[in-house]
């Protein structure tokens, strides 16, 4: 079992910044490959960044690229989403997932590839 505890939302103005963190605690096997994923309202699911605990794994979805980076603390078991000029199109509850095993390529972002989530931070950009 993991348990995944998300935190650092908040609401800032379009162009600001904010990090938010995953906590992680439990079985370290069953969250090797973590990832954040968002949700705004009326929307599905949708991944934002992956990465793999030796490293070897990071990506990110073209509306972040160049704006948001994934990082990770494996001492503090913690996971970061470093968030730059943020747009009010990112407004959304902000989700942390975990999985064990090696998830396929395709399936970076599909949010039935973990097995583990968190219970979301908001994430609220004005204009």
């Known amino acids: 079992q993991v348990q995944l505890v998300e935190s650092g939302g908040g609401s800032v103005q379009a162009g600001g910044s904010l990090r938010l963190s995953c906590a992680a605690s439990g079985n370290s096997a069953e969250s090797k490959y973590m990832a954040w994923f968002r949700q705004a309202p009326g929307k599905g699911r949708e991944g934002v960044a992956v990465i793999s605990t030796d490293a070897t794994i990071t990506d990110y979805a073209d509306s972040v690229k160049g704006r948001f980076t994934i990082s990770q603390d494996n001492a503090k078991k913690t996971m970061y989403l470093q968030m730059n000029s943020l747009k009010p199109e990112d407004t959304a509850m902000y989700y942390c997932?975990?999985?064990?095993?090696?998830?396929?390529?395709?399936?970076?972002?599909?949010?039935?590839?973990?097995?583990?989530w968190g219970q979301g931070t908001q994430v609220t950009v004005s204009s």
């Open positions: 997932a975990a999985r064990g095993g090696r998830p396929a390529s395709w399936t970076y972002f599909q949010p039935g590839s973990y097995n583990y």
